[in-house]
């Protein structure tokens, strides 16, 4: 079955860095585009970023643009997510969830990973 | 950028009873919609895709409809699992791709 495990995540102090990874496995991860998704604690869904199933077309939240990069690495069916100049409104639970055509709808995700950012 | 507006925020039902959720697009998104539900503490599900098409394993009590900006997300015979967090989602100009706020539906 379709299985995407976060890690990565941890309390952080402002404007420094983290490295966020989502494990797949059940499926074909290079055939699938891979979006994360954040939600705030107590908020809602907030999209942050996609990747096509080539890696070769990255798109980013206006909120995380020229801070946060997605990358994946179809030979270890990885994700990544770097965050970089983190800030206190970073603080959410990322989830790693795998796109139908990149594009279209979300039909999996990943239990989540929690980023605290922290003085 | 697409806003997506939900409504009602919170929905007070009974068990057995029909829920019937709005969700608003700030302009025409097709039928390019999804649903999903959310669970305390657990990841969202997805429930439905292009507006009304149930996710396989998606009982047939939850039923979408709507195109262009209005949407509806339908519960017959609400059951205890049901009482959960709903989003919707549209997929049809990104990005960004845009959520709902999300309705919550809790027992009456």
């Known amino acids: 079955q379709v299985q995407l495990l976060e890690s990565g995540g941890g309390v952080v102090q402002p404007g420094r860095s983290l490295r966020l990874s989502c494990v797949a496995s059940g499926f074909t991860f290079s055939n699938y585009g891979m979006h994360w998704v954040r939600q705030a604690p107590g908020k809602g869904l907030e999209w942050v970023t996609v990747?096509?199933?080539?890696?070769?077309?990255?798109h980013y939240a206006d909120s995380v643009k020229g801070r946060f990069t997605i990358s994946r690495d179809n030979s270890e069916n990885t994700l990544y997510l770097q965050m970089n100049s983190l800030r206190d409104e970073d603080t959410a639970v990322y989830y790693c969830?795998?796109?139908?055509?990149?594009?279209?709808?979300?039909?999996?995700w990943g239990q989540g990973t929690l980023v605290t950012v922290s003085s | 950028e697409i806003v997506m507006t939900q409504s009602p925020a919170t929905l007070s039902v009974s068990p057995g009873e029909r829920a019937t959720l709005s969700c608003r697009a700030s302009?025409?998104?097709?039928?390019?919609l999804a649903w999903y539900q959310q669970q305390p503490g657990q990841a969202p599900r997805l429930l439905i895709y292009?507006?009304?098409t149930r996710a396989t394993g998606v009982p047939a009590r939850f039923s979408g409809s709507g195109s262009g900006t209005e949407f509806t997300l339908t519960i017959n015979s609400l059951q205890s699992e049901d009482f959960a967090v709903y989003y919707c989602q549209q997929y049809n100009d990104w990005p960004p791709w845009t959520f709902g706020q999300g309705t919550k539906v809790e027992i009456k």
């Open positions: 990747i096509w199933y080539d890696g070769n077309k990255k």
């Open positions: 292009g507006a009304s």
């Open positions: 969830a795998r796109a139908v055509g990149a594009t279209r709808w979300v039909d999996y």
């Open positions: 302009q025409s998104v097709s039928s390019n």
